[in-house]
Structures are given as C-alpha cells and as structure tokens.
C-alpha cells in the first residue's frame, strides 16, 4: 500500500512559476514510476508527466515540454513537479500517481488527493 500526499500548489501570476511535492508513504518507493495529471473543471483528467523508478526515463505531455520538470528523491520518498512559464491554462488540480511502470501509469495503482494549482492571467 502506498499513500500519496501532494503540496505545493497555489495561485500564481502568468509566467512564475511553482514546485508541486508528492510524498509517498511505504519503503518501495524506488520500484514506482511516479506521475502528475491535472483536471481542470468540466474536463477529463489528463497526463502531464511521469518518471521510472530510477529516475532515468522521463515521459512528457506535449503541452508542458520545455516548461514543466519532474525529478524525484528516492531517499526521501519523494517526487517534485518544478512548473515554469505558467500560464492560465495550465490552472487545475494536479493529482500525483504511482504505478508498476511508465507504460501503465494511466492506470496507476496510486492516486493522491490533488493540490489546486491556479494561474491568473
């Protein structure tokens, strides 16, 4: 079993930026590709990034490449979403996830409650 528990999140003007923090739960940690989606209201969640266990693959959504860094710290169980040149559309609740792999993280086995991330124009 693994918790998940997401920080970070705020209201920010266009163009700052913010860290978002994933603390995971369990001594596992390392075997878990770990991922960030967002959900803006009246839309279906989406993939914004994600991360093997090791931290040596990464995998991004077109709309935050160049933008939007994951990095984690097996050590501290923990996964950070680092969110530059932000822009109101990027406004929603951002949801951490760990799956098996990279390849199945749309149907990850863990779900965090969500930070509100909010980008004002």
């Known amino acids: 079993q693994v918790q998940l528990v997401e920080s970070g999140g705020g209201l920010v003007q266009a163009g700052g930026s913010l860290r978002l923090s994933c603390a995971a739960s369990g001594r596992t940690f390392s075997r878990y590709a770990m991922g960030w989606f967002r959900q803006a209201p009246g839309k279906e969640r989406e993939f914004v990034v994600a991360?093997?266990?090791?931290?040596?693959?990464?995998d991004y959504a077109d709309s935050v490449k160049g933008r939007f860094t994951i990095s984690r710290d097996n050590a501290k169980n923990t996964v950070y979403l680092q969110m530059n040149s932000l822009k109101p559309e990027d406004t929603a609740v951002y949801y951490c996830?760990?799956?098996?792999?990279?390849?199945?993280?749309?149907?990850?086995?863990?779900w965090g409650q969500g930070t509100q991330v909010t980008v004002s124009s």
């Open positions: 991360i093997s266990g090791s931290g040596g693959n990464t």
């Open positions: 996830a760990a799956a098996n792999q990279l390849a199945t993280m749309w149907t990850a086995d863990y």
